[in-house]
């Protein structure tokens, strides 16, 4: 009676765990970060969800808009940081919604300025972000990212 009762247990904890593995293991589709910026370029909304992004998403690389020039303090409890930035901005007229997804690349959104929601929940930045200089118009989600995380 106990042997059967082992076999019984031993069955479905193997269950259990097999089952938590594929749950774990979820395809994801790679999307190359080239196809991001050329949505922005043109206007478009991006929207991916439990996506890996692949390359560098380098605003860097679009053409500057506008003229600017910032000076900006940003407190963090008894610190403060000033960046101050002469020169042309970004002006991105998409929202940009890449949610529960990894970003593969560096990302670089220096010198932007995002007229709609931008929105990183829980997405994993691998490689590290520059956001120097950077204005949110519309909302702004990091919420549950992380950065230098690799996945």
Request: net charge neutral; hydrophobic share 40%; no cysteine.
């Amino acid at each position: 009676m106990n042997r059967a009762l082992l076999m019984w247990q031993s069955i479905m904890l193997l269950i259990l765990v097999l089952a938590g593995v594929a749950y774990g293991a979820e395809i994801r589709e790679d999307v190359p970060a080239e196809r991001i910026l050329e949505m922005i370029k043109n206007g478009e909304p991006v929207e991916y969800y439990r996506v890996n992004i692949i390359g560098d998403i380098n605003l860097s690389e679009l053409p500057p808009t506008a003229p600017v020039e910032q000076s900006d303090y940003l407190n963090i409890g008894r610190f403060e940081f000033r960046q101050t930035s002469k020169g042309k901005a970004k002006v991105i007229n998409s929202s940009l919604n890449i949610t529960d997804s990894n970003i593969k690349g560096f990302i670089n959104l220096k010198n932007a300025i995002f007229q709609k929601e931008v929105n990183f929940q829980y997405t994993n930045f691998n490689k590290g972000a520059n956001f120097n200089n950077v204005q949110f118009n519309g909302d702004a989600n990091f919420w549950g990212s992380r950065f230098g995380v690799v996945i």
